[in-house]
């Protein structure tokens, strides 16, 4: 993937690149639980680009149900998208930690 033109924005624990095409991935910590993970995984695979979630040298598929459930819950995870999606990115809000 050619870099031509990139864009960096920091907000708190968001990271957005701009890169080209127009194209943004976004990363931002969250908190996920058993009750959580379904929602996120529906909401996930609502989305016509790749959603990964990975802690440490772990990185799953966020559209994977069973790749999510074999997560470590107790852990805060590192979320990176590559898209935009007005319900996922609200619903990453509200399990964003600080």
Same mark, same amino acid.
């Given at each position: 993937?050619?870099? =031509? *033109?990139?864009?960096? +924005?920091?907000?708190?624990?968001? %990271? ?7 194209? /943004? !991935?976004? *990363? ?11 929602? /996120?995984?529906?909401? =996930? %695979? %609502?989305?016509?680009?790749?959603? @990964? ?5 772990? *990185?799953? @598929? $966020?559209? =994977? +149900?069973?790749? !999510?459930?074999?997560? @470590?819950?107790?852990?805060? !995870? ?7 999606? *007005? @319900? ?7 399990? $964003?930690?600080?």
């Amino acid at each position: 993937m050619k870099f =031509s *033109e990139t864009k960096v +924005l920091f907000w708190e624990n968001i %990271q957005k690149i701009q890169i080209e095409g127009g194209v /943004f !991935m976004t *990363e931002k910590h969250i908190k996920l639980s058993p009750d959580t993970v379904v929602t /996120f995984v529906k909401k =996930s %695979q %609502q989305c016509d680009f790749n959603v @990964d979630i990975s802690y440490g040298h772990t *990185e799953v @598929d $966020a559209k =994977s +149900l069973l790749g !999510m459930l074999s997560l @470590d819950f107790n852990r805060i !995870m590192h979320v990176k998208y590559y898209g935009k999606n *007005e @319900d996922l990115e609200g619903y990453i809000n509200e399990l $964003a930690v600080e």
